[in-house]
């Protein structure tokens, strides 16, 4: 295997360290991943693709990815509020995130069922939230994506998808 020398600054040193901390050791293979991951951040940067990073679940756990957005699209139905994001992925697939913000949940009666004036006045109420949430799924193909979300927002996407990732001029 051929050998590379790496001359360090003094002020660089402590990150260095730190990274073979983080790698068990093994400073090498730290600085590989780096450059590797560098070389695909700023080969996809140059193909017009930036680095998204969405919230998933219930919690704070992030996903990060490198895509085009296509669409930014809300829609409020029945009360029920939904943000989709979709975007064309580096590798041609399609990524939808959708986020739902916290909702209210009030029940009145003893079996929930009490509706207009008389669930205000009952005893049996009952209220809460639940947490705002978020999903991202990932498509093969625009006919899978079709299959899994609403309508009108698939017709958008048809309508995007077809322009070109990067369109080079000639002036």
């Excluded at 969405?54 to 296509?70: C, D, E, T």
Aim: net charge negative; proline share 4%; hydrophobic share 40%.
């Amino acid at each position: 295997m051929p050998n590379k020398t790496i001359y360090v600054s003094d002020s660089d040193l402590p990150v260095f360290q730190r990274a073979q901390e983080l790698t068990g050791g093994n400073l090498s293979g730290a600085i590989s991943k780096a450059v590797h991951r560098l070389v695909e951040v700023e080969e996809g940067r140059a193909e017009g693709y930036e680095e998204i990073t969405v919230r998933v679940g219930a919690g704070a756990r992030k996903q990060r990815f490198q895509g085009v957005l296509l669409i930014d699209w809300h829609r409020v139905t029945g009360g029920d509020e939904e943000h989709y994001r979709v975007y064309r992925t580096r590798s041609g697939r399609f990524a939808v995130h959708v986020a739902r913000p916290k909702g209210f949940v009030h029940t009145a009666g003893k079996d929930g069922r009490l509706t207009g004036w008389r669930k205000h006045v009952s005893a049996d109420q009952q209220w809460g939230e639940t947490p705002a949430t978020n999903v991202l799924a990932v498509f093969d193909d625009l006919e899978e994506l079709r299959a899994a979300v609403p309508a009108e927002l698939a017709a958008l996407v048809d309508v995007h998808a077809r322009e070109p990732e990067v369109e080079d001029l000639d002036i």
